[in-house]
């Protein structure tokens, strides 16, 4: 699996939008990339995914570089309760199905301030 | 739709202990992995489970053990419990088709003394 590259923290005033980098600069033309995130005293939280497109879902959008060597995670109005480490995930997605072994890094911790 | 259940959602064991924990997934996933989540070591893979049968596996001694049973519901077992072995731990479900889509549950804090 390719290594990812995060920021170790982010700061994002509330009503913002908080971006969070990831250079991913090994990926493998079948490997996506994946954005979890974990509240404190939570279990991690899958927010979206992609390939080489960009990508909104109702929790954030995805915007992947043409080289696709970096990603960038978009949350358009943080809240404070999306204070949270973020991490972002390079795997081949087995989408017929089969076994997945998602390896997390340190991730991003995000602070929203209000 | 239920999320994923983990009990006990804490517990203290002693050293050379052996100790069980118990994860429901979401109703319709059959696919269950585990993840142990350390201060130091952060979230590192333990094993997943499909249909009763483990499909993958991490880098853990054979001391770390589980099991998943028809309903879809599985089990790990830790034995002769070492105080490194103190962390959360987590459960994952996931649908079918997209394996990579995990929904984890709230986990189980073991504490080893």
């Known amino acids: 699996d390719a290594k ?12 913002r939008a908080a971006n969070l980098p990831c250079n991913h600069s090994t990926i493998s033309g079948n490997e996506y990339v994946y954005w979890y995130r974990q509240i404190h005293s939570q279990g991690p939280q899958y927010i979206i995914h992609g390939l080489k497109n960009n990508e909104t879902n109702e929790m954030a959008s995805l915007i992947i570089t043409e080289d696709r060597k970096s990603s960038t995670l978009i949350l358009p109005h943080a ?8 991490y972002c995930i390079v ?24 | 739709k239920a999320g994923v259940t983990q009990t006990p959602r804490y517990l203290i ?23 142990q989540q350390t201060p130091g070591q952060g979230l590192q893979f333990l094993f997943e489970y499909f249909s ?16 998943q049973f028809s309903n879809s519901r599985s089990e790990m077992n830790v034995s002769t419990l070492e105080l490194g072995d103190s962390a959360l731990y987590l459960c994952a479900s996931s649908p079918l088709l997209k394996t990579y889509e995990q929904y984890f549950g709230p986990g189980t804090r073991l504490t080893v003394t």
Request: charged content about 20%; proline content about 6%.
């Open chain 1, 79 to 86: 809240t404070l309760r999306d204070t949270a480490v973020y």
């Open chain 2, 13 to 35: 064991k002693t050293r050379g202990q052996q100790v069980t924990l118990s994860c429901s997934p979401i109703s319709g996933h059959r696919s269950v992995s585990w993840y």
């Open chain 1, 4 to 15: 990812t590259t995060q920021p170790p923290s982010m700061d994002c005033a509330e009503g």
């Open chain 2, 52 to 67: 009763e049968t483990q499909r993958n596996k991490g880098n853990f001694p054979g001391r770390f053990s589980g099991r």
């Open chain 1, 91 to 114: 795997r081949v997605a087995l989408t017929q199905g089969g076994s997945e072994k998602l390896v997390f890094g340190k991730g991003t911790k995000l602070t929203v301030n209000p």
